[in-house]
């Protein structure tokens, strides 16, 4: 009996039309270096940027002055686009822009922005990274919704090309080490200090939302948050212990007005949020496109022993399956927003099992809409989370502080030839990220 395909070979050859050969209308297997297509998958790095004080207010952590970013920031910027990266994690120094209420400096913004523009680089703009100016005081000041939100305004205002924003970086890592651990900023040790805190900046970071929204209605707000576990090996669990397992969804729980378990919620009123702040967190979600980005590093799950010893766990549970406890309690879609390792020999390794998580989580149908090394360049003193200046070199970056690249460059140059043109989810050449303005803010 004659085949169909002898059929097909004899009026249209091989079966097959002009782009077709990977089964695309275009031919495409999604290898290359991003193209910054708006359904591409987004490859980023981001610029250390932490600027929180110690020393009681003494002394002032700024990451972007200690690795000479300021004067070499179109050296580093260069470097991105180097790499062949279109999407860069970057935060100017709100210390330096908010200069009084209603009064900004802007010499180093123009300049950085005006670079990054000229070179096209999509920036997510990181607009509070761990700490405030002088003139606010700290976490502490109930007034600082209001100033955030006008410096939030303001820049949505002076750079209306930028659409990706981070309002405030991880919230729940903010408020722990500035009020609970007593770290940075304002330095308590206390619950209420650190509930606070906390009502606080998830109040600035919605409050500032608005304000970019005004400008920008179609935003997208990338908000990084730490991704974290500490695995408890005791046959009776502590109390302390479970209940900081249960916390480190609180800050998402207020910003996207999903309720937070009971026990949480008692602890919250018991540290001084009021049931009339509740209800206000509880009222809806922030106006824009929301993306829920985890940040994870090894050091994030720790292990308790039952002799009370605490040790790093690294990966026992992964980026992928912390990540997923958070998509299955938001669904929204997602972004791995930080990731290194401080042994720059394992960088290329580490990189590559944080990509195979992603892979996984692609697979699972969670949309993942970016991926990010963190950061460009080495950073310093945060083996000790900056709660001491040393001047200790971390390399943990694409490039030392020479800028010379370390062996995870060239890893993560290969993931992008790799994989540069993937769609954000797998076979979605149909779904890109559209320039309307965010509408649907409700469950059906």
Not at 15 to 26: K, L, N, V
Not at 44 to 57: Q, V
Not at 419 to 441: D, M, N, S
Request: some cysteine.
């Amino acid at each position: 009996m004659k085949s169909f395909l002898t059929s097909i070979k004899t009026h249209f050859g091989s079966g097959h039309y002009e782009g077709d050969q990977y089964g695309g209308a275009t031919g495409s297997n999604g290898s290359g270096l991003p193209t910054g297509l708006p359904n591409n998958f987004m490859f980023a790095t981001g610029i250390e940027c932490s600027y929180p004080t110690i020393d009681h207010g003494k002394t002032r952590r700024d990451l972007l002055e200690e690795c000479d970013h300021y004067n070499r920031f179109k050296e580093d910027l260069a470097l991105v686009k180097e790499m062949g990266l279109k999407v860069l994690r970057y935060g100017l120094p709100y210390y330096k822009c908010h200069v009084g209420p209603g009064h900004y400096d802007w010499t180093f913004a123009d300049q950085a922005m005006a670079e990054m523009q000229r070179l096209g680089i999509e920036p997510i703009l990181d607009l509070l990274h761990f700490g405030v100016p002088d003139w606010l005081g700290n976490f502490q000041n109930p007034e600082l919704p209001v100033h955030f939100a006008d410096y939030c305004g303001a820049v949505a205002q002076r750079y209306p090309w930028v659409r990706f924003y981070t309002p405030i970086n991880e919230i729940y890592v903010t408020a722990k080490l500035s009020a609970k651990d007593g770290i940075w900023n304002e330095q308590l040790r206390t619950d209420k200090g650190f509930v606070t805190a906390l009502k606080h900046l998830v109040a600035a970071s919605i409050m500032g939302t608005q304000q970019i929204a005004r400008q920008r209605p179609d935003c997208i707000i990338v908000q990084s948050e730490s991704a974290e576990f500490t695995h408890e090996l005791r046959a009776t669990r502590t109390p302390a212990v479970q209940l900081e397992n249960q916390l480190r969804f609180v800050a998402l729980d207020l910003l996207y007005a999903h309720h937070p378990d009971g026990e949480v919620l008692n602890y919250l009123y018991d540290n001084g949020l009021t049931r009339r702040e509740y209800e206000w967190f509880m009222a809806g979600e922030p106006p824009g496109y929301q993306v829920m980005g985890n940040d994870y590093y090894g050091r994030n799950e720790k292990i308790i022993l039952p002799d009370g010893q605490v040790c790093t766990s690294m990966d026992v549970l992964g980026w992928y399956t912390i990540t997923h406890d958070y998509y299955l309690r938001y669904r929204k879609p997602v972004m791995h927003t930080e990731t290194n390792i401080l042994d720059p020999h394992d960088g290329p390794t580490w990189l590559w099992k944080q990509w195979v998580n992603i892979l996984r989580m692609r697979k699972d149908g969670v949309p993942v809409l970016g991926f990010t090394w963190y950061s460009l360049i080495d950073q310093i003193d945060w083996d000790k989370g900056l709660e001491r200046k040393v001047g200790t070199v971390n390399p943990c970056g694409l490039y030392d502080l020479d800028r010379k690249p370390r062996p995870v460059a060239a890893a993560y140059k290969m993931l992008l030839e790799e994989y540069g043109q993937i769609t954000i989810v797998p076979h979605g050449e149909l779904f890109e990220i559209t320039k309307r303005p965010a509408t649907l803010k409700v469950e059906v």
